[in-house]
C-alpha cells in the first residue's frame, strides 16, 4: 500500500485546476442563486451590492486551498488500514480544526467585506460584537464541518479510484509477464523435443552412413547456434524463419536418404512479415513422422506462404496416409497452438485437416505484420 499511497499524495496541475474550476463554479452558482433571490443580503448591513458575490467566492477558494489538505488526508488515514477507529477519531479532530479556521478567516472577511461581524443584529439595536470563542461555543462552525465531511467523502472516493486504477495497472503488466513466461516455458519445452528427436534421427544412421552423420551433426549445430541466437525473441521474419527450417530439412534429407522431396511456394511479399520463431519446425516434424514417413515410396511435404487480407496464411502439406491421433495430440502442436493463442489471441489458429486426395494439410493463419502491435 505504500506505493499506492505515495501516488495519491501527488497532485497534477490538471487536478489542482479542476479542485479551482469546481470550487469557482460552486461560488458562481451561489452567487447567481443569492442575485435571483428577490429577500436579498437580509439581516446584515451592506456596505457593497458586490460584497456578497465576493464572500462567495472567497469562501470557496479558501475551500479549494484546503481541499488538497484533506485527500491527502484520505489516503494518509484511510480507513481500510489498521486502527481505523483512532484514524477516523483522528480525521475528525483534523476536520473540527479545520472548520473552525475556515469559519473564523470567513468572519474576518466578512468583518472587511461588510464593515461588520455576521453576526444577526439585535432587535431594536447595533449588531453584537463577534467574540470567536463564544462563536465556537455555540458550535457556529458547524456548516464548514459539513463541508470538510463533504470534501473527505470525495477524498476517499478519489482515492479509491487511483487505488483501483494502481491495481489494474500491476495486473496489465503482471499479465504481461506471465504471457513472456509461458512463451519462455513454451520454447523451452520446444526445444529439447526438437533436439532428442534430432539426435535420435543422427543415432540411427551413424552405423549406415557416418559421413552423413558427421553432416547432419554441422547441420544441427547450426540449428542450436540459431535458437540461441534468437531465443529471446518472439516473432522472427519469414524469411529467417524458412532459413532455419532449411537447415532441419537438410538434416531430415540425409535421415531419410533420398527419399524425401521438400518444395517451398512462398509469395515474396510474405518473406517480411512476422511469424512466431520456430512456429513451422514443430509443423514440418509432425509432417515427416507422421506423413513422409510412412509414404509408400517417396516421401513428399510442400510447404507454401500466402497473403490472403490482413491474415497470413502458412500452409504444410504431406503425402502421407493422413491425420492420426498421435499427429494432432502431439508436444510440437501442442505447443504450437498455445503460443499462437499466448500471442494472437483468437486471431491465431492452427487447423489439420485431410484433403480428399491424401495426406494431410497444416494451415497456420495469423495477423498480418511486418512490425509488432499484431499481439492479442
Known amino acids: 500500500m505504500t506505493a499506492m499511497s505515495s501516488t495519491t499524495r501527488r497532485f497534477s496541475h490538471r487536478e489542482l485546476g479542476l479542485i479551482f474550476i469546481f470550487w469557482t463554479s460552486l461560488a458562481t ?19 457593497s451590492p458586490a460584497g456578497p458575490i465576493a464572500l462567495a467566492y472567497i469562501e ?13 488526508l484520505t489516503s494518509r488515514f484511510g480507513p481500510e488500514r489498521s ?21 473564523l478567516l470567513l468572519e474576518v472577511a466578512r468583518d ?30 458547524l456548516n464548514q464541518l459539513l463541508v470538510y465531511l463533504a470534501i473527505l467523502a470525495a477524498g476517499f472516493a478519489r482515492e479509491y479510484f487511483l487505488r483501483d486504477a494502481e491495481l489494474r495497472q500491476q495486473t496489465a503488466r503482471l499479465q504481461a509477464q506471465l504471457a513472456v513466461a509461458r512463451l519462455d516455458a513454451l520454447r523451452m519445452q520446444l526445444n529439447p523435443h526438437f533436439l532428442f528427436n534430432t539426435l535420435h534421427a543422427i543415432s540411427a544412421l551413424v552405423e549406415r552412413d557416418p559421413a552423413g552423420v558427421r553432416r547432419m551433426i554441422a547441420r544441427l549445430s547450426e540449428l542450436l547456434r540459431h535458437t540461441m541466437d534468437s531465443r529471446g525473441a518472439d516473432e522472427v521474419p519469414l524469411r529467417d524463419e524458412l532459413g532455419f527450417l532449411r537447415r532441419y530439412i537438410e538434416i531430415m534429407e540425409i535421415r531419410f536418404q533420398g527419399k524425401l522431396r521438400v518444395e517451398m511456394e512462398i509469395d515474396d511479399e510474405t518473406l517480411d512479415a512476422l511469424v512466431p520463431n520456430l512456429i513451422l519446425q514443430p509443423i514440418m516434424e509432425n509432417a515427416l513422422e507422421h506423413g513422409a514417413a510412412r509414404a509408400t515410396g517417396e516421401g513428399r511435404i510442400s510447404i507454401a506462404a500466402h497473403r490472403d487480407g490482413d491474415l497470413l496464411y502458412m500452409i504444410v502439406r504431406d503425402n502421407g496416409p493422413g491425420i492420426a491421433a498421435a499427429a494432432s495430440a502431439g508436444v510440437g502442436l501442442a505447443n504450437t497452438r498455445e503460443r499462437l493463442a499466448q500471442l494472437y489471441g483468437g486471431r491465431g489458429e492452427v487447423v489439420l485437416s485431410s484433403p480428399a486426395g491424401g495426406g494431410a494439410v497444416a494451415e497456420i493463419a495469423l495477423p498480418f505484420h511486418t512490425s509488432g502491435g499484431a499481439h492479442a
Do not use: H, K
Not at 470557496?60 to 491527502?72: D, E, K, Y
Not at 461588520?116 to 462552525?141: C, D, T
Open 112 to 141: 472587511i467585506v461588510f464593515s461588520a461581524p455576521a453576526v444577526p443584529m439585535r432587535r431594536g439595536g447595533p449588531p453584537s460584537a463577534f467574540a470567536p470563542l463564544r462563536e465556537i461555543g455555540r458550535f457556529r462552525f
Open 29 to 47: 452558482l451561489s452567487t447567481v442563486n443569492r442575485l435571483l433571490d428577490p429577500r436579498g443580503a437580509f439581516g446584515f448591513r451592506v456596505v
Open 60 to 72: 470557496s477558494w479558501i475551500w479549494a486551498a484546503v481541499t488538497p489538505l484533506v485527500f491527502w
Open 83 to 103: 486502527r481505523w477507529v483512532m484514524r477516523i477519531a483522528i480525521l475528525l479532530g483534523v476536520g473540527v480544526v479545520i472548520s473552525i479556521g475556515v469559519y
